[in-house]
């Protein structure tokens, strides 16, 4: 599995719009906010980068709309938060999630995670343990392909660490990394697809 990061400050004033498919453009231009429009168009710009995405066509969604490549050479998965936008890619279904590190809502750790996760997050402390835990619930519904239809306070990601998880009749292996002041976490089926580091993907790249 490869995970690929980008920085969207270089595309605030949407610099490379035009390299994005039409309904990348749509969505771009659907945002109000600058940041949101960049974290679409970088997210845009590297599937193009990556996975080799210009045009709508090469793209097909399962039933929940989870995106996969027409081709079927490759599985992906994209996220965004705070400055970066993360593309996971692997040889079979995986899911990603980044999340800028910020003070948590009780009330979201309440609503959101097991009785059990609640203990192990307030006997670890601190906010690195609640995006551990929410990265990886947020990953693993992405994952699967169902998102919310899988509420996150409905299955457990204990023990937060990279053994076997069984979830939705299936095992997933569960991955982290910390880049930059985000929390980063990958879910795959297959043990061997361990995510090998980060490949930083600059501006420049994604404007070739």
């Known amino acids: 599995m490869r995970l690929y990061i980008s920085d969207i400050k270089a595309f605030m004033l949407q610099n490379g719009v035009e390299l994005v498919t039409d309904t990348r453009k749509r969505q771009i231009h659907a945002y109000m906010q600058a940041e949101d429009k960049a974290r679409c168009l970088a997210s845009g710009l590297l599937l193009r980068e990556v996975c080799g995405v210009t045009d709508d066509s090469q793209l097909v969604f399962g039933i929940n709309g989870k995106p996969y490549l027409k081709s079927g050479e490759v599985y992906f998965n994209i996220s965004h938060s705070g400055d970066y936008v993360a593309l996971a890619t692997a ?3 995986v899911g990603v999630d980044i999340e800028k590190t910020a003070p948590y809502e009780d009330s979201v750790a309440d ?3 097991t ?3 609640r203990e192990w997050m307030l006997k670890e402390g601190g906010n690195e343990a609640f ?3 929410w990265t990886a619930k947020e990953s693993l519904m992405k994952a699967t392909g169902l998102g919310f239809l899988m509420p996150p306070e409905s299955f457990s990601v204990l023990p937060a660490d990279s053994s076997a998880h069984r979830i939705d009749g299936r095992v997933w292996f569960l991955d982290w990394f910390v880049y930059d002041g985000h ?3 990958t879910a795959t089926q297959d043990s061997a697809e361990k995510m090998e580091g980060v490949t930083t993907v600059s501006s420049d790249e994604l404007l070739v």
């Open 91 to 93: 040889g079979r279904e």
């Open 111 to 113: 609503r959101c995670f």
């Open 115 to 117: 009785g059990k996760e």
């Open 131 to 133: 995006y551990r835990l």
């Open 183 to 185: 929390t980063i976490c």
